[in-house]
């Protein structure tokens, strides 16, 4: 077992780790949310008799994009914050407490 | 002075003018307590979440918003649903990669941070330019929307024999003056709480009417399904067109005119409006779909990356106190606009089965962009009163919306006039009071020249105009933002070159469109686009090839300049990245002041 080593704060590998870890969570809340906006356009294009099925008077697609999208992004939205707020705390206790910068999450 | 008031309803005219004078009233109180010139940029950057979060919701529901997006769906139905639901998402991407760094690096304006992660003041004067500009071209379709607005309420009155109603410029000058006023009173700070408090108004008028509205004429889902009744009469069958006749007849449908389009292509992807060329060139329903599918999805991109690069938004981060707020801002914004969003469509469907008549209007309010001001109108028939109560709600949510969104243009661009040209270019030892006096000329200066450009715009359509903003921000300032916090080896001269010809080439591309559209001398341009529909589409709708274009450029000509990427670049990264509670700022500040 090592003992715990304060990590560098202006060194290369600290800025990398840092980079690297709050843009994995970006790209993976982005991709998300871009899977479901560039889908939707192509559903539309191969599938328009099931994206015109009527669900309480809307059609599906209406009802995904007039209605539903808005709570996919809360959620996408809420995640991301609890998730970066939490990442943001792991690192200044890191550096304070002097754990090693470890790569979890 | 009784038949002139007589006229006009009076519960319009209360609604409006309580707005207006609560915006007025409260832009003097908070004047009185804006003193430093922080409190005039940014706000003082102690507006907590609650209030920052509305103002900025306030500020980004504008005229398009409360207006545009409802005669739109009326207009084009199911495509235009993508514009509230990427002026929504566009935020998600703000906050997923903008909105924390940004705060972070700490800056007035975006000048500033071009500035500072370039150590270019060549690129902010580049930057400052570009504020101005798509701040300019936003403001037009506010001014619009007061325009028209203001023409409305006064439509029946008669000023001497013969001369009936308000011209439309009359309320581009009066709104452009209060709000001038305004701003130049108060400031960001002044504007921060009027802000605020204009999202809740906007958000009880656009709601409180359409609820009226669906208890007594049937809801959401029964207006759309009543889009579904085929008109061939005879042809009944038994099943499915019963339960759509009984909506139909719950909901009694007035008579399409000839001008709206057909229901089957209204309720459908890929309707009118993302048509448009294709149908121009004679091409079948079936080989315009290509067509389609392309301009959704430029539309798409340049709603969602635009929102990112908006100045007037941006702005706003840094009235925050610290990063996790700004993120915190970010989340609740999402939320007061998404509600929002939900209910624009609504008046859109609503008015297509119940105000058909809008079809008919040439252009303004008496056309399908007055919907939501026309609309409760029709409960007069049965409740007396109630509609023009309703109608008044809607007008004064209508002024909330176009007053709010250009205070905050109006913030931004004197904000870059004040801060940026005087205070940092022409005269860098100003002293804070000399910048403070400069920032109420730069207001003044920059509210005329928004009326002035207000009076050319009557005839265009209020959405299209924002749609056009979006692309050119979409195409200049996000790459720029996005690759400047992502990337540590741009240069200024990459930076500075994608940027400018993204912008460039997006507003050259809209700008060739419109002329072929409106210009008798462009009749050249206006042929060889209908004979190529893929050249007209990717003219309209530029983002899909302008954002890569200008990605790619800033890419390679940061690699051709690899040598001038600053010396300090991995503490601006730091400054950038890391929590704010290391405190690498203080020491980059201080590094910085050793360092001149």
Known sequence: MQPPEKPDIHSESFLHMLMQRQLRLSIACAATFLVALFGLPLFNYFAPELMATRVFGFTLTWLIVGVLFFPLVWIISWIFIRRSIALEEAEVEEVTRGNAPTDRK | ?596
Not at chain 2, 96 to 114: E, M, N, Q, V
Not at chain 2, 212 to 218: A, I, N, T
Not at chain 2, 226 to 254: C, H, Y
Request: proline fraction near 5%.
């Open chain 2, 1 to 596: 002075m009784m038949p002139f008031l007589a006229a006009v309803d009076p519960w319009i005219l209360t609604f409006s003018a309580i707005t207006v004078v609560v915006t007025v009233a409260m832009g003097f109180w908070s004047a009185k307590k804006s003193k430093t010139a922080s409190d005039f940029f940014v706000a003082g950057r102690s507006v907590s979440v609650g209030w920052n979060s509305s103002a900025i919701s306030g500020e980004y529901l504008s005229a398009a918003s409360f207006m545009g997006v409802a005669g739109m769906v009326m207009s084009s139905g199911y495509d235009a649903l993508w514009y509230p639901v990427c002026y929504a998402c566009g935020y998600l991407f703000l906050l997923l990669f903008i909105a924390g760094p940004l705060r972070r690096f700490g800056a007035y304006t975006i000048p500033d941070f071009a500035e500072g992660r370039f150590d270019s003041p060549i690129f902010r004067k580049i930057a400052v330019i570009f504020v101005l500009f798509i701040g300019f071209f936003y403001t037009m379709p506010q001014m619009k929307g007061a325009g028209v607005t203001l023409a409305y309420i006064f439509k029946d009155i008669e000023w001497f024999s013969g001369v009936k109603g308000l011209p439309y410029w009359v309320g581009v000058v009066l709104v452009g003056s209060v709000i001038t006023l305004n701003v130049a009173l108060g400031g960001m700070k002044g504007i921060t709480l009027v802000q605020a408090v204009q999202y809740w108004i906007k958000m009880f008028a656009i709601s409180l009417p359409i609820f009226v509205l669906m208890s007594v004429h049937s809801h959401y889902g029964n207006h759309l399904q009543a889009n579904s009744v085929k008109p061939a009469v005879g042809m009944i069958s038994e099943g499915d067109t019963s339960t759509s006749l009984e909506a139909a007849a719950a909901i009694n449908r007035k008579a399409l005119s000839e001008k709206a389009p057909k229901d089957e292509t209204w309720i459908n992807p890929f309707g009118p409006l993302t048509t448009k060329a294709a149908k121009a060139a004679g091409l079948s329903a079936a080989e315009s779909r290509p067509y389609s599918l392309l301009y959704t999805y430029s539309l798409i991109i340049a709603l969602v990356c635009g929102t990112a690069g908006l100045p007037h938004i941006l702005v706003r981060f840094y009235t925050n106190p610290d990063g996790v707020a700004a993120k915190r801002t970010t989340m609740w914004v999402m939320i007061l606009i998404g509600v929002f969003y939900v209910f624009p469509p609504v008046f859109g469907v609503m008015g297509r089965n119940l105000m058909p008549e809008l079809y008919n209007g040439l252009a303004g309010v008496k056309g399908t962009d007055g919907v939501v001001l026309n609309l409760p109108l029709i409960l007069t028939e049965k409740y007396g009163t109630l509609g023009a109560v309703l109608s008044g709600i809607t007008c004064a949510g209508a002024f909330a919306a176009f007053m709010s969104t250009f205070s905050g243009l109006l913030v931004s661009m004197t904000g870059a006039l004040a801060h940026d040209i005087y205070g940092r270019i022409l005269r860098p030892k100003s002293t804070p009071e000399e910048r403070m006096k400069m920032f109420k000329y730069c207001a003044v200066i920059c509210g005329a020249g928004a009326i002035l450009l207000g009076f050319f715009v009557e005839t265009f359509e209020i959405n299209k105009l924002v749609g056009w903003a979006f692309a050119i921000a979409a195409t200049s300032y996000f790459p720029l933002l996005f690759l400047a916090t992502w990337w540590r080896n741009i240069t200024m001269k990459g930076a500075a070159t994608g940027m400018l010809a993204g912008g460039t080439l997006s507003l050259t591309a809209i700008a060739s469109t419109m002329l072929a559209d409106q210009a008798k001398w462009a009749e050249g341009l206006k042929i060889w686009y209908t004979s190529h529909p893929l050249a007209r589409t990717l003219a309209e709708q530029p983002a899909i090839w302008a954002l890569p274009l200008a990605l790619a450029l800033m890419i390679v000509i940061s690699r051709l300049t690899r040598s001038e990427v600053p010396a300090d670049i991995r503490m601006k990264m730091l400054v950038l990245h890391a929590p704010e509670k290391l405190g690498l700022k203080q020491e980059y500040i201080q590094e910085h002041q050793q360092g001149h």
